[in-house]
């Protein structure tokens, strides 16, 4: 029986659903880093829906939002390969993320948005640290070569 089979019976479903986010916001990240990197009609037409802080700054939050989705997909592959930073990686955007949604509600008064938000990410951040969730990357940690 090879390792795989077994380290796909024992993660916890959590890791899976956490790491199919983040492929998404990869992929949101992606095409509005793109977007404001290099400006088309299409895309143009979206952001009169919502024109917000990443619009305003322009180019250079095109770029963070490139690198942030990158750094996006290799935290969701390596949370479903188990590797640990993947985990620290993954719990650091959500609490980020919690954190603005609650300053952005006294900035904004949006309460809809800004508590969904936190809801959303305190959501994510409760599955991650779960015993079971930061046992899993533990127990690979403190003994990486062990096969069970």
């Known amino acids: 029986m090879s ?27 992606l095409i509005v880093g793109e977007s404001l990197l290099f400006p088309n009609t299409l895309l143009d037409k979206l952001w009169k829906f919502n024109r917000g802080l990443f619009h305003s700054i322009g180019r250079l939050s095109g770029m963070f ?14 949370l479903l390969r188990r590797q640990q930073w993947a ?20 900035l904004t008064h949006d309460a809809l948005r800004s508590l969904t938000g936190a809801i959303v990410s305190a959501t994510f951040l409760f599955f991650l640290c779960r015993d079971s969730v930061r046992g899993y990357f533990l127990r690979h940690a403190l003994t990486p070569n062990h096969k069970p």
């Open 3 to 29: 390792a795989a089979p077994s380290l796909e019976r024992h993660r916890p479903k959590a890791i899976v659903v956490i790491a199919i986010f983040l492929l998404a916001a990869t992929i949101v990240a």
């Open 65 to 78: 939002l490139l690198a942030l989705g990158v750094g996006m997909f290799f935290a969701a592959l390596g």
């Open 87 to 106: 985990w620290c990686f993954g719990v650091v955007p959500f609490a980020i993320d919690a954190c603005g949604n609650i300053v952005s509600y006294f």
